[in-house]
T-cell receptor
């Protein structure tokens, strides 16, 4: 069964450093998402991406965050200057197209900012 | 998207059917009911979805009341690996925009040996 894959599975970074989380969505999918989950809290929507542009973003997705689809397979989330409160599990997800109802999630990248 | 209400936690014995309720009294006519689960901080896993008819797949069954104001996810023979947080989400079909999922707190289901 096709999967959304994410790397790294766990990253520890110092406060103020830049981090890039990588995702390979399911190959024929056109809609891409990032979510995050702070330990013990809800899964929160960050951003959705379609046709090489952001289609929706939440209040959490401020100027320190950016997303990119640099080639035909990868989808990345960049955090420019990490803060302690960015420590969380980050999930990438994808959906096939407008008529596709189901969103599929990756296993997540656990980011620890120290 | 309509709001859902789920019990905070439930227990079920291994091998028995687990019935997880969800209230969505403000659901709109075009909104689907989705169920996802999250096993111990892994990525949310799609289980099943439906509009108004009952649905069944290899993982579960979804029973939606006739007025669509509530639904029940049924895991027919629960195993220890079904211990997870289960999320009931209602969402309009993805015909306009990216149609994100909005997660609530879900139901923490514990399967006991």
């Amino acid at each position: 069964e096709p999967e959304v894959t994410q790397t790294p599975s766990h990253q520890v970074t110092q406060m103020g450093q830049e981090v890039i989380l990588r995702c390979v969505p399911i190959s024929n999918h056109l809609y891409f998402y990032w979510y995050r989950q702070i330990l013990g809290q809800k899964v929160e929507f960050l951003v959705s991406f379609y046709n090489n542009e952001i289609s929706e973003k939440s209040e959490i997705f401020d100027d320190q965050f950016s997303v990119e689809r640099p080639d035909g397979s990868n989808f990345t989330l960049k955090i420019r200057s990490t803060k302690l409160e960015d420590s969380a599990m980050y999930f990438c997800a994808s959906r096939v197209d407008r008529s596709g109802n189901t969103i599929y999630f990756g296993e997540g990248s656990w980011l620890t900012v120290v | 998207d309509a709001k859902t209400t789920q019990p905070t936690s439930m227990d079920c014995a291994e091998g028995r059917a687990a019935n997880l309720p969800c209230n969505h009294s403000t659901i709109s006519g075009n909104e689907y009911v989705y169920w996802y689960r999250q096993i111990h901080s892994q990525g949310p896993q799609y289980i099943i979805h439906g509009l108004k008819n009952n649905e069944t797949n290899e993982m579960a069954s979804l029973i939606i009341t006739e007025d669509r104001k509530s639904s029940t996810l049924i895991l027919p023979h629960a195993t220890l690996r079904d211990t997870a947080v289960y999320y009931c989400i209602v969402r309009a079909p993805g015909l306009q925009g990216a149609q994100k999922l909005v997660f609530g707190q879900g139901t923490r289901l514990t399967i006991n040996p």
